[in-house]
């Protein structure tokens, strides 16, 4: 075939260009990028760090290069008039058109040897956690097909406009539009720059990587669009763009083709999985729905609920059977997922049609049938399909279907009858998945299962009440251990077991929690003797406190954190620090976030009175506060913060830095400083504790999460700012 | 192989009309010289034939056919070295024919090696092209044209840069190359044409002032031609065109033709070069 022998043909010539070996190098470096300027990763967990930040920083600047190959390569073919010998002896659209498949054939052995490049480093560098699958994934997923994605674009760019600096404004502005604010919100247009905020060592998932795939195959077909645009505007004959165009028309594959890949990636596009459709913001309205002017009746019995997840394909099916009295007259409307199909309701052994909404809210969307008059009969209803995750929510909250992690609440699981409150009488539910996951249902471990011969389990349980599902399943093992009155169960990834031992983690538990309900108070979190402390993935931002437990990130005992000299002397400290966050910090007691105030502070302090208690005052001095007095008096000689008038002149780069390196010595040096201050005011040790023990007392588990501030603090130590103002 | 061309205008889009109602035809064997001052029409009826341009009036039919329908099977059996082209400087002179070879589809390391020699390049064959001189960078252009041994070979200008020697070899692989296919070459140096052409086109002005043999054009400029010794500072008389001008000892011997020669002119032997010039001449009058 013509096409073959030309691709053949272009290949050699480009491997014989030097600018292609420059790029390429240049393209091997990019990742490096992301070990220091470029952070596209909300979480700080090791393959966030070593596989996440690396991968997306080679890949958006990677992507660069390539479309500056691509435009300089041919606009020299068409200054220098090569291209004139080459038209006087090939077809010109097959010779485009193998032109940008060796380009793109290049640049994919440019992502093999990027991967091969990086691998020893980030393979010592996360040791146990490394798994090579998922390194390569990353490259495969995100790398390669975005810079096709951007050579496709700039060739075609180039072909259009046949002016170098024209193409690289329409290149800039479309890679301006991935990173705008824009994109932020619509994840789909980040196209050079995917969406990939987690990153988990211990319950690796792939949702990202599902998104990301999809989004680059619904670019690669835009891309590949504008490209054969490009092609129906070849110049021939002389001829300017217009005289072109009409005639590349005449091949009529061409407009066809552009037309077939633009329709199948809006079709794509307009049909994802991946994120609702509803509004960018969150719309405070859960369970109950004044709009649809709900009559709330107590006709159930009870229901069971099952489910199976399909961790390779990341979906789930599930048939909820309720048992009903007597059905409620008019509509009744039924809440699920937005990724999700209802397959079938019937009442009775009768079909029952439906209708549903387009409009989804938060993530959800509503269905509405009527029942018909008869009482006692069963309600089933079979649905399924692949959870979204609500615009709003993202990137934080997070349900995802992975072969290491399941993590899926409220109608994410079950769907929720809304007309029949929240008394459903018995609740019998039951879930199958893989034997390699250990199922928990609201932080508490579901045992009882049965063994199924296609290597999945079915576990089931029985609730009294209706739950507000909170579903979580992955690689967990499960530590108990007591101390006093108190026992802990301590849930935690299977891989960080050697981190709990080395860093000892279940005494500082044990310590924090005997020190932090000595000094503070006892956390009403705990109920019934036992104390969960649940990690969650990564994946999943944020955290909770509820009765009987308390989640954390899975950052907290990550091994880039443990080793990091600003929480504390020794890894050991590190985790006690991260662990008296359960009273200071995202739960407990919330703190206001300023320039100089935050839970830091009082963490910080915390960790050196335990620490004081633990390793006696001289160690505590020599690590603690000798520690802050030195941070401080640098942070104060520094010239700029002396003469702020000078801080002006400086680039905003350097002041941004500046001021971000000045809120972290606040935080972590300076505030703790201050309270040891007003330690002494107040009258010693004791006095402070009683005044955080009142604070934490009045503050604890409020309902409207108030955010204590610094003067909040500075009233109960009955202080001002001017007492504690460091000399 | 049979090229018709009719009744073709080629207006550029700026309104200069480059060639105006031309017909004429090709078949192989035929070696075709085209000769024309500059701005006369010759690249432009050239990129013609090539398919590079698309007349405003009249068709092109390459063995019956129109050209613009044929363009697959006339680059199959073209050779082409614009007037103006670009070579990858990064590439060695083999490198390149080979990639020309692979784009026309020509295989075989023997039609290179063939080139090569043609072109006396196989010593530069490893040179990469950024180093060549100038002659040589259009000997590469030549070399490209001639690889697999094409059917149509057209030259705009392919002893531009060339040492004498190296001219004269050209012609006779041209003519050599002619005795089965179309070579069509545009100059304006008469004697490349002279020497081997058996047939010549004048164009002047986008029209064709000559179509025929190259000695009936000889032919029909004898008694146009005349020398005369002039003193410096002598007007040219009215009607003459001066060929050329040799400082004799007694004055200067000026070489001229004219529709009608002065008295004082002696009537000379014409050349091709000054049945050409003549030729136009006599054009430029009318
Ligand atoms: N692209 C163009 N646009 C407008 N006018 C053009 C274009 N190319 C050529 N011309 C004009 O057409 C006329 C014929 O040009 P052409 O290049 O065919 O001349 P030529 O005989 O090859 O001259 P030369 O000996 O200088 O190469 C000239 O007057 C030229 O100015
Ligand atoms: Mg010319």
Request: overall charge negative.
């Amino acid at each position: 075939m013509r096409f073959l022998s030309l691709y053949r043909v272009e290949l050699r010539r480009l491997i014989l260009t030097k600018q292609i070996w420059l790029i390429s190098a240049l393209c091997l470096c990019a990742p490096m990028l992301g070990y220091t300027v470029y952070f596209p990763v909300g979480s700080v967990t090791m393959s966030a760090l070593y596989i996440g930040c690396p991968v997306l920083a080679g890949t958006a600047a990677g992507s660069v290069l390539w479309a500056i190959a691509a435009i300089a390569d041919a606009s020299r073919q068409f200054r220098s008039g090569t291209d004139i010998l080459a038209a006087s002896a090939a077809p010109p659209l097959a010779h485009s058109a193998a032109k940008a498949a060796a380009l793109i054939t290049i640049s994919a052995a440019a992502t093999i040897l990027c991967a091969l490049a990086y691998l020893p480093f980030t393979a010592v560098k996360l040791d146990y956690l490394f798994n090579t699958g998922y390194y390569f994934l990353n490259f495969l997923v995100f790398m390669l097909p975005t810079w096709w994605i951007s050579i496709l674009f700039a060739d075609g760019f180039y072909r259009i406009t046949r002016r170098v600096e024209l193409s690289a404004v329409l290149y800039a502005a479309l890679a301006y539009m991935s990173f705008s604010r824009l994109a932020q919100r619509k994840y789909f247009l980040r196209w050079i720059n995917p969406l990939a905020y987690a990153y988990s060592d211990g319950f690796p998932d792939i949702w990202f990587q599902r998104m990301g795939a999809y989004t680059r195959l619904v670019w690669l077909c835009i891309a590949a669009g504008v490209w054969m645009f490009s092609l129906i505007c070849l110049r021939k004959y002389q001829k300017g763009l217009a005289e072109s165009f009409v005639r590349g028309l005449k091949k009529v594959y061409l407009p066809i083709g552009m037309a077939a890949l633009i329709t199948v990636g809006a079709v794509l596009w307009n049909n994802q999985l991946f994120i609702g459709n509803g509004a960018d913001d969150f719309i405070d309205e859960f369970i109950l729905d004044d709009e649809h002017n709900l009559k709330l009746v107590e006709g159930m019995t009870g229901v069971k609920y099952s489910v199976k997840v399909d961790t390779v394909l990341g979906t789930l099916s599930g048939t909820s059977e309720y048992r009903i009295i007597t059905p409620i007259k008019g509509e009744s409307v039924l809440r699920l997922n937005a990724g999700y199909k209802i397959k079938s309701i019937t009442y009775g052994g009768e079909r029952v049609n439906f209708r549903t909404v387009k409009e989804d809210i938060n993530g959800q969307y509503d269905t509405y049938f009527e029942l018909p008059e008869k009482n006692r009969e069963r309600l089933i209803i079979e649905y399924g399909g692949f959870p979204s995750v609500a615009q709003c929510h993202m990137p934080g909250v997070h349900n995802s279907i992975g072969e290491n992690y399941i993590y899926l609440e409220h109608t994410d699981i079950v769907p929720l009858l809304m007309n029949y409150g929240l008394d459903y009488g018995t609740v019998d539910f039951e879930v199958t998945l893989p034997d390699t996951l250990t199922p928990f249902l609201f932080f508490e471990p579901i045992t009882k299962y049965v063994q199924n011969s296609d290597g999945t389990r079915t576990y089931s349980t029985i609730l009294g009440e209706h739950y507000i599902f909170n579903f979580i399943a992955g690689n967990y093992v499960t530590d108990t251990f007591s101390s006093n009155d108190i026992n802990f169960r301590f849930v935690y990834g299977d891989v960080y077991r050697s981190a709990v031992e080395e860093y000892n983690v279940q005494q500082s538990i044990c310590d924090v929690y005997d020190y932090c309900t000595e000094h503070y108070g006892k956390s009403p979190h705990i109920g019934r003797g036992l104390f969960t402390l649940f990690q969650l993935s990564s994946m999943k931002m944020g955290g909770y406190a509820t009765q009987g437990s308390s989640t954390w990130f899975e950052d907290v005992i990550s091994p880039n954190i443990l080793s990091d000299p600003n929480r504390g002397a020794t890894a050991t400290e590190v985790f006690i620090h991260e662990m008296i966050h359960q009273w200071w910090g995202g739960v407990g007691v919330w703190c206001e976030n300023d320039d100089i105030w935050s839970a830091e502070g009082l963490t910080v302090y915390a960790t050196y009175r335990l620490v004081k208690e633990k390793y006696g005052e001289l160690y505590a001095k020599q690590y603690y506060v000798d520690d802050w007095t030195r941070a401080v008096a640098e942070q104060d000689r520094n010239f700029y913060n002396r003469y702020p008038e000078y801080l002006e002149k400086l680039p905003e780069h350097y002041r941004e830095q500046l001021s971000a390196s000045n809120q972290q010595t606040n935080h972590y040096k300076r505030m703790p400083l201050m309270i040891l201050k007003a330690e002494k005011l107040v009258g010693g040790e004791e006095k402070m504790d009683e005044i955080l023990s009142t604070i934490y007392s009045d503050y604890n588990n409020r309902t409207d999460q108030y955010n204590v501030t610094y003067k909040d603090f500075l009233d109960y130590c009955g202080l001002t700012e001017e007492d504690l103002k460091l000399d | 192989m049979k090229i018709d061309i009719d009744n073709i205008t080629m207006i550029y889009p700026s309104g200069k009309k480059a060639l105006q109602d031309i017909t004429v035809n090709f078949e192989s064997p035929g070696f075709i010289g085209i000769l024309g001052p500059n701005g006369a029409g010759k690249t432009t009826l050239m990129k013609l034939l090539i398919a590079g341009l698309i007349p405003t009036k009249g068709e092109i039919l390459l063995d019956g056919k129109p050209l613009l329908s044929q363009e697959t099977q006339l680059k199959a059996q073209l050779g082409y070295l614009p007037q103006s082209f670009g070579l990858y400087d990064e590439l060695t002179v083999w490198q390149f024919l080979d990639y020309m070879a692979a784009l026309k589809g020509v295989k075989g390391r023997k039609y290179i090696d063939e080139a090569l020699e043609r072109t006396s390049l196989t010593e530069q064959k490893k040179v990469r092209i950024r180093n060549l001189s100038g002659g040589q960078r259009q000997r590469v252009g030549i070399a490209q044209a001639l690889l697999g041994n094409p059917q149509l070979i057209i030259l705009d200008e392919p002893t531009v840069g060339l040492d004498p020697e190296e001219r004269i070899k050209f012609r006779n692989i041209f003519s050599e190359m002619a005795q089965n296919k179309i070579v069509l070459l545009s100059t304006h140096i008469v004697e490349d044409v002279q020497a081997v052409c058996n047939r010549v086109l004048v164009i002047y002005g986008g029209l064709i002032l000559y179509d025929g043999s190259p000695s009936v054009l000889i032919s029909d400029a004898a008694e146009h031609v005349g020398t005369y010794i002039a003193q410096a500072g002598d007007p040219v008389s009215e009607g003459c065109r001066v060929v050329s001008k040799v400082n004799v000892s007694n004055g200067i011997r000026c070489r001229i033709v004219a529709e009608k020669l002065p008295k004082f002119a002696e009537i000379a032997e014409p050349t091709l070069e000054d049945a050409y010039l003549y030729c136009i001449h006599k054009e430029g009058r009318e």
